[in-house]
């Protein structure tokens, strides 16, 4: 049975810390790295549900996308949901882990996997890191020849399983050089323009984001910031279970995109 801090240091592995972004809350969030697991379950965001299967699945750690608590928090108690969930955990003994942006721009991560999902070509780090040029924030990689806006956005709803996208722009026009950023990405669209993309793949953005977006002539495809992401959570857990042999890994099967397309 391995210790805590040997599946953090394989988490660290995949992805680096130093990634992440200067205003994220990542590491270990609750427990001690002495602690002796064999199970851990990956999810995007720890809601009274999914910690509720942790408890109940006997997960000794919970490796969320989402860190909770994100912010400091005064004090924790059951009048709170954050409070009523850290505390569940805390009396079940369960370790909290978040890699959050650093899972996002480590090479192999969340937006390196969309990248592959799109089926793009010669894909780069919208900003590299400074110390592996292939890891970074973002991705920008060429779409398919001949693919529109359209086509490549039914291609990724298909592969995520989203029953529908937000569009910015005309979606008959050729993809072209694409950008990725997961999650809620729309304050990366300058970035995304400089790059040299015609296309932005993201999570979710704002009225006023869609808005320069379009002053920007760049189309943006949304797919959900839920759906952007949650699909990683299955690919974390399996390269956990490989690195540790003998440890149980698993996404969790009871968490659920909050928000539904209604045709």
């Given at each position: 049975m391995p210790t805590l801090r040997a599946v953090i240091e394989a988490l660290e592995t995949v992805a680096p810390l130093r990634l992440a972004a200067d205003w994220d809350s990542v590491g270990l969030l609750v427990g001690s790295s002495r602690l002796q697991i064999d199970r851990v379950m990956t999810c995007l965001s720890l809601t009274p549900e999914v910690a509720a299967e942790a408890v109940r699945e006997r997960a000794e750690m919970v490796v969320t996308h989402h860190p909770l608590p994100f912010r400091p928090v005064p004090r924790i108690t059951a009048d709170t949901t954050t409070g009523r969930v850290l505390l569940d955990l805390i009396h079940a003994g369960i370790a909290v882990w978040s890699s959050?942006?650093?899972?996002?721009?480590?090479?192999?991560?969340?937006?390196?996997?969309?990248?592959?999902?799109?089926?793009?070509?010669?894909?780069?780090?919208?900003?590299?890191?400074?110390?592996?040029?292939?890891?970074?924030?973002?991705?920008?990689?060429?779409?398919?020849?001949?693919?529109?806006?359209?086509?490549?956005?039914?291609?990724?709803?298909?592969?995520?399983?989203?029953?529908?996208?937000?569009?910015?722009?005309?979606s008959s026009r050729a993809a072209?050089?694409?950008?990725?950023?997961?999650?809620?990405?729309?304050?990366?669209?300058?970035?995304?323009?400089?790059?040299?993309?015609?296309?932005?793949?993201?999570?979710?953005?704002?009225?006023?984001?869609?808005?320069?977006?379009?002053?920007?002539?760049?189309?943006?495809?949304?797919?959900?910031?839920?759906?952007?992401?949650?699909?990683?959570?299955?690919?974390?857990?399996?390269?956990?279970?490989?690195?540790?042999?003998?440890?149980v890994c698993w996404a969790s099967r009871d968490e659920s995109d909050p928000l539904e397309w209604l045709a």
């Open positions: 959050h942006t650093a899972w996002d721009s480590a090479i192999g991560g969340i937006n390196d996997q969309l990248a592959a999902l799109l089926g793009l070509d010669h894909v780069t780090p919208i900003e590299p890191d400074s110390l592996h040029a292939l890891a970074g924030f973002g991705r920008a990689g060429t779409a398919p020849a001949g693919w529109s806006v359209a086509q490549l956005s039914r291609h990724i709803a298909s592969r995520l399983g989203a029953k529908g996208v937000h569009l910015v722009g005309d072209g050089r694409v950008g990725i950023v997961c999650g809620s990405g729309g304050d990366s669209l300058a970035a995304v323009k400089e790059a040299g993309c015609t296309t932005f793949l993201t999570g979710e953005v704002k009225l006023h984001q869609a808005l320069e977006a379009q002053a920007l002539d760049l189309a943006v495809i949304a797919v959900g910031h839920h759906a952007s992401e949650r699909f990683s959570m299955e690919v974390l857990a399996a390269q956990l279970a490989e690195a540790e042999p003998g440890l």
